[in-house]
């Protein structure tokens, strides 16, 4: 067949050269031919853009980890603790007398439908030791169940009988949810007697001896403005996601924690088990409830007046973890969507602040927000969920060793060295946390985009003894949840298995690397968490 010339001087004679190889070919080897073409030319060179791309993501994580990690060694190695870096006296006068050597103190409880818990959280703060006088216990109760909201007023009316000064507070709304309650609360006029106000949320059991440890930090060290201390748990050892979480949680409070307070004196507020400076709240704006992590709301606007936190890790208060997978998602996606939304909207105003210095806005942009909360979920799932199994049914993409071994190992080792009693749970830990990491990562993109889900805000269940109880029995690693199909089965995840399963059977069979090795636990994580095999029943069911 004759072809004209064309306008670019190509005549019949090389368009017949051009497509000879397609014609001598049948239809099937000129599909599998033009496949390879553009998987070497289109899609080959986008993901080499993207292991590019997760390379710099991996080594800023690094760069963050090696940081923070160096500062907490430091801190254990040379007793850097907080008594040596700030005054710390024990209070004077007799506590049973009280006067004017001690503060007057609020104590916070926000609650919700806490039937399991309440009662924990009211008798731990009863029995701290502090001046009757001088103390005010204020249940913010925001229960929707009325059974609840009758059984929490008793309990503070058996407490009232026996001489504590404690206020049962209701709204008609649940305006702002947690920030709303606490807002509501430091209205009332006994609240605006008090210098300090510490704040535990309903699971939380403060020793009797916490106020005494923690208020001579603010009432010595005027620049202080938030004491956080460290979170213990009742429940860790009831189940393999329970025993996850307290590695995840105590590498928090043991590095990122401990690293930010020693360094900038600034960190997150972790919304419970802290003693505030009231004054510093006021001057701060007070609390807002314009995203779902209030808390870290509260702390960056605090930092940006100037004011310190201290983080002191050698005072524990016992809690609950999410026992259940469902829990755990919401809290999950609570945390990771309001504080990348909260990034979104303060951005500016850190970049602009003039009141602290350029070497803390970076850090609290930088290392902060963009690393800790928006990179760190991205790289995790995209690197070691997509782009490497993907890499398997590519093979003109390498990917180099330094990234794929020696960074995510060396990080394994720096949260290794602050867990060595969970060593032998870090592979899981790993491969659940990859499979988090989907999760968080939707909750990342919605924050930032500010979606119409944006401020979800979702209750942490909490079971109370139900979970305690069964720590004292042997517990499988791995169960059921017995509800329906609809709660159980996570759909997404699922299908993810699905196409690992398939990568990794490709690279097993056609492979020239190991890679299905990985690529298979990481499959089957996402099979057993898709199909809800791991966590306690949902209580409600």
Same mark, same amino acid.
């Given at each position: ?74 801190? $254990?190695?040379?007793? &850097?603790?907080?008594? @040596?870096? +700030? *005054?710390?006296? %024990?209070?004077?006068?007799?506590? =049973? ?69 404690? $206020?049962?507070?209701? &709204?008609?709304?649940? @305006?702002? +949810? *947690?920030?709303? %309650?606490?807002?509501?609360?430091? =209205? ?354």
């Amino acid at each position: 067949m004759a072809l004209p010339a064309t306008s670019d001087g190509l005549n019949s004679a090389t368009w017949q050269n051009v497509l000879r190889p397609f014609l001598l070919r049948s239809s099937f080897d000129n599909v599998v031919l033009i496949g390879t073409h553009v998987r070497a030319h289109v899609i080959a060179p986008i993901l080499d853009a993207a292991v590019v791309l997760c390379m710099v993501m991996s080594f800023m994580l690094l760069l963050e980890a090696v940081f923070m990690s160096a500062v907490s060694v430091y801190v $254990k190695l040379f007793r &850097r603790t907080p008594e @040596k870096r +700030y *005054k710390w006296e %024990a209070m004077g006068g007799d506590v =049973e007398k009280g006067g004017l050597d001690y503060p007057m103190v609020l104590v916070q409880i926000p609650m919700y439908n806490e039937k399991e818990v309440y009662h924990l959280s009211i008798r731990a703060a009863c029995a701290l030791t502090w001046p009757p006088d001088r103390i005010i216990i204020q249940i913010l109760d925001d229960s929707t169940d009325p059974l609840i909201k009758d059984l929490v007023k008793v309990e503070c009316e058996e407490w009232t009988k026996k001489g504590i000064d404690i $206020k049962y507070e209701v &709204r008609s709304n649940r @305006k702002g +949810y *947690k920030a709303g %309650a606490l807002k509501k609360g430091m =209205e009332r006029h006994y609240a605006k007697q008090c210098d300090f106000v510490a704040i535990f949320d309903a699971d939380f059991q403060p020793d009797s001896d916490f106020l005494l440890k923690t208020l001579p930090f603010l009432v010595h060290n005027p620049k202080i403005a938030l004491v956080q201390t460290r979170w213990d748990f009742v429940n860790y050892n009831a189940l393999l996601m329970t025993r996850i979480q307290k590695m995840s949680l105590d590498y928090h409070f043991k590095v990122e924690q401990e690293s930010g307070s020693t360094t900038f004196s600034f960190f997150g507020f972790n919304g419970t088990a802290g003693v505030w400076r009231i004054s510093a709240i006021n001057e701060a704006g007070g609390w807002k409830d314009r995203t779902t992590v209030e808390d870290m709301d509260l702390a960056v606007r605090a930092t940006l007046k100037g004011w310190k936190f201290l983080y002191v890790g050698n005072i524990r208060v016992k809690s609950e973890l999410p026992s259940t997978l469902k829990a755990y998602r919401h809290q999950q996606h609570r945390w990771t969507c309001g504080a990348v939304n909260l990034f979104r909207k303060m951005g500016w105003d850190i970049a602009t602040n003039k009141e602290v210095s350029l070497l803390k806005k970076i850090h609290v942009l930088y290392s902060f927000f963009f690393v800790k909360r928006v990179i760190a979920p991205i790289v995790t799932f995209c690197f070691y969920c997509v782009v490497i199994p993907v890499s398997i049914l590519i093979p003109e993409v390498e990917i180099p060793v330094w990234g794929l071994v020696y960074i995510p190992t060396t990080i394994t080792i720096l949260n290794a060295v602050r867990n060595p009693s969970s060593l032998h749970l870090m592979p899981l830990w790993i491969l659940f946390e990859n499979v988090m990491a989907m999760h968080r990562m939707r909750a990342a993109i919605v924050g930032l985009l500010g979606t119409s889900s944006v401020n979800q805000w979702v209750v942490t269940e909490k079971t109370g003894q139900l979970i305690n109880d069964k720590a004292d029995i042997e517990v499988p690693l791995l169960e059921p949840a017995p509800t329906k199909c609809s709660e159980r089965v996570y759909v997404w995840e699922l299908v993810l298995a699905a196409l690992l399963f398939m990568c990794a059977s490709y690279n097993l069979v056609f492979g020239n690397n190991n890679y299905h090795v990985f690529v298979f636990l990481q499959a089957v994580a996402f099979t057993i968490v898709g199909f809800g095999f791991i966590g306690a029943p949902n209580p409600t069911s």
